[in-house]
Nanobody, 123 residues
Framework: QVQLVESGGGSVQAGGSLRLSCAAS????????MAWFRQAPGKEREGVAM???????RYADSVKGRFTISKDNAKNTLYLQMNSLKPEDTAMYYC?????????????????WGQGTQVTVSS
C-alpha cells in the first residue's frame, strides 16, 4: 500500500521560508514522477512543482524562482523548499506520486496522494 506522509507545514510571516517533506513508502515502481499540489479554500487545486522520472523539474509560474523541488532517492523522500513566501501561498499542500508515463507527461490525474500539510503565510 502506497503511503505518502507530508510534514513541515506551519505558519510564517510573508518573506519567510518553509521546507516541506514527503516520506514515500509501499511502492516498488522503479520510475515514478512526484509533485507537490496545493489547494486554498475556495480555489481550485493547482500543481506547484514536479520532478519527472528523469529528474527534470517543472514549476508553476507563480512559484518560479521561490520554490525548489528535490528528491532523495535513497530516503524515498520528496522536498519542497519554499522561500520568499507570500500570503497567496497559503494553502494545504499535498505530495503526489505516479508511475504512469502519461501522468508524468501531463502532470495531472496522479494516483497516490498524501493527507496534506497546511501552510499559512501572514502579511
Amino acid at each position: 500500500q502506497v503511503q505518502l506522509v507530508e510534514s513541515g507545514g506551519g505558519s510564517v510571516q510573508a518573506g519567510g521560508s518553509l521546507r516541506l517533506s514527503c516520506a514515500a513508502s509501499g511502492y516498488t515502481y522503479s520510475n515514478v514522477c512526484m509533485a507537490w499540489f496545493r489547494q486554498a479554500p475556495g480555489k481550485e487545486r493547482e500543481g506547484v512543482a514536479m520532478v519527472d522520472t528523469d529528474g527534470s523539474t517543472r514549476y508553476a509560474d507563480s512559484v518560479k524562482g521561490r520554490f525548489t523541488i528535490s528528491k532523495d532517492n535513497a530516503k524515498n523522500t520528496l522536498y519542497l523548499q519554499m522561500n520568499s513566501l507570500k500570503p497567496e501561498d497559503t494553502a494545504m499542500y499535498y505530495c503526489v506520486v505516479d508511475y504512469r508515463w502519461y501522468v508524468c507527461r501531463t502532470g495531472s490525474d496522479y494516483k497516490y496522494w498524501g493527507q496534506g500539510t497546511q501552510v499559512t503565510v501572514s502579511s
